[in-house]
């Protein structure tokens, strides 16, 4: 399929339309598989040793627990640390937090891999600055500063004291003649708790692609979330000395090959990249912060910039970008669609004016009314089309940094990404692309297929075999699989009902925080809450919700809550009526974990809250602002 930009060109636009929408079908097409998520194989078995964990020094001794504690936190990453420091806050003390990492980190415990680096602003990725009064060095921080942040919350909020390393839970189950959990541990604890925490992340338990031929491979494996530096030598600031002569392979072209391909095209003899999909490359633009802007600041700088950005991200109006770098800029594109054709100034006014002798705007509300009359007046055709436009313009710019940077015109052409932009996580990167301009590197593009095989020398592609001394599995993490599969342990609610099978035909929960039949258990997540690219902001938030709720049942003098029916059938009523799950647009994305790997889940019940996460936590604040738990059954 070629583009003849001379013929096809749209008046005043440097693309055609229906060029790219064409290319896009055909681009997903190529990359759709029956299997789904089954083309990945779970971590265990034969290939436990891709989650064994390569960072531990020493190795904790000690017999197992049996005692009991108010609180137990199921996860060591931002969301149980959060969690740990507002019960802190709040004057809850009696908690433990179980992790299966040698420290706290989660996530950032895990990816230690040469370049590791956040892609969100760190001014507002890393929580609780002000608390801590700490800046970070540079807009966008490397992983060894974020783990040490890390360690700096555990310190500061004393979460090393109760805590269990290196320790993983096996299962946590409900006990109607206590009301209370027992988890039990791979450590043979038995540990007893009035309330459960399950902050287990979303990115926590790596994956494999189920190629053949995967154990007849008698080079060096590892897995990029399991960083082998006794091989490779070097540190996550690159240098890996160890590759000298090798020649390595790396599956895999997300996020995290975006960020270590650079280092190990270094120093590795030759590289070869395997891709399925090319990530879209954007401009980065690191800088080191700016210490007077630092000194400078207020009191308060640090919610009002995460809220800036939220807003941002949501379509909200704000008179300054204070974050100003590649997420805004995308999302002021797109939402700049709804300014081309927002109702004038007047017609806006009017509608206000006449509100008040309709109806529907004591069915709706002002917000929901003026939300429909504008709707109607643009049309959900007209707007769809004009966010469209403004996503092919975006990702035209994407594709031309390639021609702009590959020297070789066919790799360039391979790294271009023909998709929506948000199909796939967006990348930010000032190195990658030009990574494959060295004669070291070479980019094998599966065209969408994947690899053939893999073979005892190497990787098997159209008939080439090459010949390899280690393969890289940057093949990311979990997502799309069942709750409790991700966890890696079930819970048991009333009456022994697993939360599996609770949850088999859909996600069932009050404020996502909740599910009936599972008394004194919440969830930290994106399911049924709020959905952000700055997820700490959200973990943050929830973790404020839930010191709230146990502070206030002390409070109260009460001992069980549980999401009442009522009240569990509403939120999900809600979660359907504002859901954002375009089917459509999800189902013509390309293959990822955002659509099930091209299988998106039809039932809206299984998404976010639509109404993007202001608006979320805005309600959450409405509902602590009752005082009176509402929703919730309660008893003494």
Request: proline share 4%; hydrophobic share 30%.
């Amino acid at each position: 399929m070629k583009f003849d930009k001379k013929h096809n060109q749209q008046k005043g636009k440097s693309f055609d339309p229906d060029f790219l929408r064409a290319k896009y079908r055909e681009e997903r097409d190529k990359r759709l598989r029956s299997d789904g998520n089954e083309q990945y194989q779970e971590v265990k078995g034969d290939f436990s040793y891709f989650i064994e964990d390569p960072y531990i020094d020493n190795e904790i001794k000690r017999d197992p627990l049996e005692d009991e504690v108010e609180v137990v936190i199921i996860g060591g990453g931002f969301g149980g640390m959060l969690a740990g420091a507002r019960l802190r806050e709040s004057g809850i003390n009696d908690f433990r937090i179980i992790e299966k990492g040698g420290d706290f980190g989660g996530t950032w415990y895990w990816n230690r891999y040469p370049g590791a680096s956040c892609d969100i602003e760190s001014y507002i990725y890393f929580p609780l600055l002000e608390e801590i009064n700490f800046m970070p060095k540079a807009k966008y921080t490397n992983a060894p500063e974020t783990l040490e942040y890390c360690k700096l919350i555990a310190e500061k909020f004393k979460l090393y004291e109760n805590s269990c390393m290196q320790t993983e839970v096996t299962s946590a189950e409900w006990d109607e003649s206590i009301s209370k959990w027992i988890i039990l541990t791979n450590r043979k604890d038995k540990i007893k708790a009035r309330y459960l925490v399950n902050s287990n992340g979303p990115l926590n338990r790596p994956k494999l692609p189920a190629i053949k031929g995967i154990h007849d491979f008698k080079g060096h494996t590892f897995h990029t979330s399991r960083w082998d530096y006794d091989y490779t030598g070097g540190s996550s600031s690159g240098n890996l000395t160890g590759l000298k002569g090798k020649k390595v392979a790396v599956v895999g072209t997300g996020a995290t090959a975006v960020q270590c391909v650079p280092h190990l095209g270094e120093t590795a003899e030759h590289l070869y990249v395997f891709q399925r999909t090319p990530s879209s490359i954007d401009l980065r633009n690191n800088t080191k912060t700016n210490t007077e802007w630092a000194l400078n600041l207020k009191p308060g700088w640090h919610e009002k910039r995460r809220n800036n950005f939220e807003s941002l991200l949501a379509g909200v109006y704000q008179k300054e970008d204070l974050v100003n770098d590649g997420w805004t800029d995308l999302f002021k594109i797109f939402f700049g669609a709804f300014r081309k054709i927002r109702p004038s100034n007047y017609k806006m006014a009017t509608w206000a004016v006449s509100s008040v002798f309709s109806s529907d705007l004591y069915r709706l509300g002002f917000e929901g009314y003026m939300r429909n009359k504008f709707m109607n007046f643009v049309g959900h055709d007209n707007l769809m089309k004009e966010m469209e436009m403004a996503d092919f313009e975006k990702m035209e710019k994407i594709r031309a940094r390639a021609d702009a940077v590959v020297e070789d015109e066919k790799t360039a052409e391979s790294l271009k990404p023909y998709y929506r932009q948000l199909c796939k996580r967006p990348c930010f990167h000032d190195e990658y692309l030009q990574t494959f301009n060295k004669p070291n590197v070479t980019l094998v593009d599966t065209k969408g297929r994947g690899v053939n095989r893999i073979t005892k020398k190497g990787i098997m592609f159209e008939g080439k075999e090459y010949e390899v001394d280690c393969i890289i599995f940057a093949t990311g993490f979990e997502v799309g699989t069942a709750y409790t599969r991700r966890s890696g342990y079930e819970i048991y609610g009333k009456e022994k009902q697993s939360l599996t099978e609770k949850w088999k035909d859909g996600l069932s929960t009050f404020h996502g925080m909740h599910t009936r039949g599972f008394p004194n258990c919440f969830f930290f997540g994106p399911q049924h809450s709020a959905f952000t690219a700055n997820f700490t902001y959200s973990l943050d938030q929830q973790s404020k919700h839930l010191a709230y709720i146990l502070k206030k049942a002390s409070d109260m003098g009460i001992t069980r809550i549980e999401a009442s029916k009522d009240a569990e059938e509403g939120w999900i009523k809600t979660i359907v009526e504002k859901a954002r799950l375009n089917q459509d647009f999800q189902e013509k994305c390309t293959p990822g974990y955002y659509n099930n790997e091209g299988q998106p889940n039809p039932l809206a019940q299984n998404t976010f809250y639509g109404g993007g996460p202001i608006e979320f936590f805005s309600l959450m604040d409405k509902w602590r602002s009752k005082g009176n738990l509402e929703g919730l059954e309660l008893t003494n």
